[in-house]
């Protein structure tokens, strides 16, 4: 569906257009397309334009249920949505530009997490240019770790970016670690860029919170790991740690099987513990995913790298006890939750370590830190920093010599060398 644009005059707010992943193809970032959209509903004029069909359906690893209407998530009627675009781009790319035009917004935001939407975003950021409007690029990674195996893939996104970057006037990611890897792969120059951390993923809750179950010594343990299963995602460690736990620890691992990365099923096949484990291999159904966290008690989440996790955003806005690696953007994602426990990627006798020392932040929901008020303010303070508004309140963000030093400090502190950034945004 596409909404009209509102006509002139009706709304003086600062009008902005988010373009984004749309539902055809269900992913964390059409999650995330939406709730920043409606965030940013709040305080400006918002339109949306929203990748489509992103590539012919056959080459995408959840091609059986591409179409399929798995997400009871839904933009805000103040929102203006133009759905959407397709690969192919004709006539679509040309009816997305009119909306574009006809919204005529200060700024337009590009969410970039697939080298799919390159050409598309390189036509509407050229028409953006042309009309006077602001570019910015908020960035999930760098390229898709899926994408980056293949070499042609790989060489074309980090050919055709560069014409998209020399025209972006202020660039956004999720965390200071992911600013100092962008950077350490493109040369921004002297580009504006503001870290805005990930807003919560509350939205899966749909009824009043629950008092967490109290447990007794001994009690079950229900650990939970969800999201897409890929080779970056360290499932194999969980698995093999599980089989070192306790008997009365149970693994649910619910998420659908991407790139081939077969080996997690596997060895969940032939674990001994493999009769305590459920294996729901499937991309699940929004209705089913507060089931699953409910009935958990400690979320797993073993990566070997990312930038983002939706699963860890689910998981604080459930107030559950998360073990996470300290890797890329997730250390400033979860520091400042309370049920966070910790862990060094790649060792499953660590991880197991972790989750017996995870146990005793149950019984007790935990407050998620996040929030969408944060996330809109920093987006407007780097609005502010590219010229859409007045000056910058004061104390509204870190000097230039304090984001230097920031990114020196975590060039030298983090124990990850990592040319891509890898989000799991479900």
Not at 91 to 116: D, E, K, N, Y
Not at 221 to 239: A, H, M, N, S, W
Request: hydrophobic letters at 40%; charged letters at 20%; a neutral charge.
């Amino acid at each position: 569906m596409t909404a009209s644009p509102p006509p002139p005059g009706a709304d003086e707010r600062p009008r902005v257009v988010v373009v984004g992943s749309g539902w055809r193809f269900l992913s964390g970032i059409s999650y995330y397309t939406c709730r920043l959209s409606n965030a940013l509903a709040a305080d400006h004029q918002v339109g949306t334009i929203l990748m489509r069909q992103l590539l012919p359906t056959r080459l995408y690893p959840g091609r059986g249920r591409v179409g399929r209407q798995l997400s009871e998530l839904s933009y805000d009627p103040s929102v203006h949505v133009f759905d959407g675009v397709d690969w192919w781009a004709v006539p679509s790319l040309i009816r997305a530009a009119r909306f574009l035009l006809s919204f005529r917004p200060s700024v337009i935001v590009f969410q970039w997490w697939t080298g799919t939407v390159l050409h598309s975003y390189l036509v509407l950021c050229l028409v953006a240019r042309l009309a006077g409007i602001k570019v910015v690029v908020e960035f999930h990674e760098v390229q898709d770790t899926g994408e980056a195996q293949h070499r042609w893939a790989a060489l074309y996104c980090r050919k055709l970016i560069k014409p998209l970057l020399r025209r972006t006037d202020g660039v956004v990611v999720h965390s200071r670690f992911d600013r100092v890897a962008l950077r350490a792969t493109y040369d921004l120059g002297d580009v504006p860029d503001e870290v805005v951390l990930h807003g919560p993923f509350d939205h899966h809750e749909t009824a009043a919170p629950s008092a967490p179950r109290p447990r007794a010594a001994g009690d079950a343990c229900r650990l939970l790991f969800f999201g897409t299963i890929r080779p970056y995602k360290g499932l194999e460690d969980l698995v093999e740690a599980f089989g070192q736990l306790p008997s009365h620890y149970t693994l649910t691992v619910v998420g659908e099987t991407w790139e081939g990365w077969t080996l997690p099923a596997s060895l969940i096949a032939e674990s001994a513990a493999r009769d305590r484990i459920t294996f729901v291999n499937r991309y699940v159904a929004d209705s089913e995913v507060d089931g699953f966290f409910a009935a958990a008690d400690v979320v797993v989440l073993p990566y070997r790298r990312s930038s983002a996790s939706g699963p860890l955003h689910i998981a604080m806005s459930h107030g559950l006890p998360v073990v996470v690696t300290a890797v890329g953007g997730l250390v400033e994602a979860a520091e400042k939750y309370s049920g966070t426990t910790f862990v060094a990627a790649g060792s499953a006798s660590a991880l197991a370590e972790a989750v017996i020392s995870a146990s005793a932040n149950t019984g007790r929901r935990h407050t998620d830190p996040s929030s969408w008020e944060e996330s809109v303010a920093a987006f407007t303070r780097l609005f502010a920093r590219i010229g859409l508004t007045s000056g910058l309140p004061s104390g509204a963000g870190p000097s230039h010599a304090e984001r230097v030093a920031q990114d020196a400090e975590i060039t030298a502190s983090s124990n990850q060398t990592v040319p891509l950034l890898s989000p799991d945004l479900r």
